[in-house]
């Protein structure tokens, strides 16, 4: 897929994104820790770890954890098999916990990017199979699509800021289709070649619910074996 057909394939989204911004609710923020690890020019493994609260960090509304393993196809796409583990809280308006849940989470991915000069997209499917420890289980389809850009130079480089912006929308292959829209958008920077730390606000639109996170993210890709 060619940048300029990546540009076209967004504008759907940039729609979407418009129209969702029509509604709103609370305020939470996630802490996450994101690990891309190369081990050679085929294989790379995952290791995430998120701490979401449902303010600011008063109250822990869930702890995940996430590993996998991936192999690419060509430089810019890749497959990976992953799995993640769950806990979480829901609250009520004066911050009682209304109900607990455990998840484990299998999850298979396809991931593909489109670079020019300082602009980067980046495309991604993810089918998951959703483990409740006391809900049904389910399956869900997500699509992502992230667009990343230099702001100060003219090219993605060490101590260089850079504006990122994400949508994503998600499905279920149950009953009740639509899941979830989430929009995201906030400022990275690059602290070395495989280090990065990034600052967004996102806004997640549930069927009958809007929710609003603060998300830091400190981003690890250093390579384990080149």
Known sequence: MKFKYSLLFSLPFVFLTVQAFAQSNSTATWLTYSGNHRIGSKY????????RSADVFSHISQYSYR?????????????????????????DED????????????????????QKKNNSFTHRIR?????????????????????????????FSPKSVYLTN???????LQNNLYDRFRFSSGF??????????ECTYMLQFLPTLTNRQVVV????GVAFKK
């Open 127 to 155: 089918l998951e199979q959703r483990y409740f420890t006391n809900a049904p289980n389910t399956n869900r389809i997500r699509y992502y699509l992230g667009y990343q850009r230099s702001l100060f130079k003219k090219q």
């Open 217 to 220: 993210n400190f981003i690890n």
């Open 44 to 51: 790379n493994v995952f290791n995430d770890i998120q701490c």
């Open 188 to 197: 990275g920077y690059f602290i070395n070649p495989n280090l990065r730390l």
């Open 166 to 172: 994400y949508d994503e929308i998600y499905f279920n």
């Open 67 to 91: 590993i996998g393993v991936g192999y690419f196809l060509r430089p810019n796409q890749n497959i990976s098999l992953n799995y993640m583990v769950a806990d979480a809280k829901s609250f």
């Open 95 to 114: 911050y009682f916990v209304k109900s607990t849940s455990e998840e484990k989470r299998i999850f298979e991915q396809y991931q593909y990017k489109a």
